[in-house]
């Protein structure tokens, strides 16, 4: 067994591993040696990021499998997903990436519907992951779930009250899940402003998103907008290292010290 090369040979089920910060753990772990299953929410784009990384990786053993996560079938759905992932080789470590939109609203815009929207797949959906999770990884600190969080709690901004109540939510499902998985191990990352997807669908074109990037740039000590190979390498580490649970990883260019 490789003494630091800890995913060797192992199976990383990346869910949201289509595209985005999963993307980046899943040829992050690629890389490291290990086999991948990523989904994505359809079979079309779990397909697509399948092709992608193989054109990328030629030798990688790498699967997708599509699972819609935002219907109330979300246990049920999760469960199908892990029985198909774990067909080929048993999974050691769940990574948690999949999200929707950001619900950024002003305060008297918010309503119970946006509400359970925001719960869909930053409270409802990670609980529900750290049960399936538990039935399905063997009782072992060399397996793992880490999830993802952002850092918005920390420093509150105008309209993101939802997220700011989830994200800091997440921080305290992680700590527990991972003394209610244990010896499994639970972790999570947070993540300052990243370049992915996920601002598209939040409505910025690409115009907008660079001008993002830049203005982050020019007030970080890191000088640059984060990238998925950056922050990919938090979610390496919290799946190697076997003395590391209940910890938030922060991946955030410095933004906290400006
Ligand atoms: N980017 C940032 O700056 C940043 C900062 C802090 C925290 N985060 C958090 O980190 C996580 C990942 O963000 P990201 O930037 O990588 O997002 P992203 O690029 O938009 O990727 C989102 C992922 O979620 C999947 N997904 C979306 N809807 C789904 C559904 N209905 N069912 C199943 N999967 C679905 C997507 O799959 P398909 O492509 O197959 O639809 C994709 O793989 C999110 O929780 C986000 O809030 C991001």
């Not at 929207?117 to 538990?134: C, D, I, N, S």
């Not at 992915?196 to 907008?225: C, F, I, N, S």
Request: net charge neutral; with cysteine.
């Amino acid at each position: 067994m490789a003494k630091y090369n800890k995913l060797a040979g192992k199976h990383v089920l990346v869910i949201g591993g289509s595209s985005g910060i999963g993307r980046g753990v899943v040829e992050g772990s690629i890389e490291a040696g290990a086999r991948v299953t990523l989904s994505g929410s359809s079979a079309k784009s779990a397909a697509t990021a399948v092709a992608e990384v193989q054109a990328a990786y030629p030798t990688a053993q790498v699967a997708g499998v599509a699972c819609d996560l935002s219907k109330d079938s979300v246990e049920a759905d999760l469960e199908a997903l892990f029985i198909e992932a774990k067909k080929p080789q048993p999974i050691d470590h769940v990574v948690l990436t999949a999200g929707d939109a950001l619900l950024i609203a002003d305060v008297q815009d918010i309503t119970l519907e946006k509400i359970r929207q925001v719960a869909r797949f930053r409270m409802e959906l990670p609980l529900l992951l750290g049960k399936v999770t538990a039935r399905h990884l063997a009782r072992s600190n060399e397996c793992s779930l880490t999830i993802s969080t952002g850092g918005i709690a920390d420093r509150p901004s105008p309209g993101w009250s939802m997220i700011a109540y989830v994200g800091a939510g997440l921080t305290g499902l992680a700590r527990n899940l991972a003394v209610d998985l244990k010896p499994v191990r639970v972790n999570a990352v947070e993540p300052g402003f990243v370049i992915t997807g996920l601002w598209g669908a939040m409505g910025l074109t690409a115009e907008q998103l660079e001008a993002q990037a830049k203005a982050v740039a020019d007030k970080v000590p890191t000088g640059r907008a984060a990238t998925v190979e950056d922050v990919a390498e938090a979610y390496l580490y919290l799946m190697k290292d076997r003395n590391a649970t209940g910890e938030i990883v922060k991946t955030r260019s410095g933004s906290n010290l400006v």
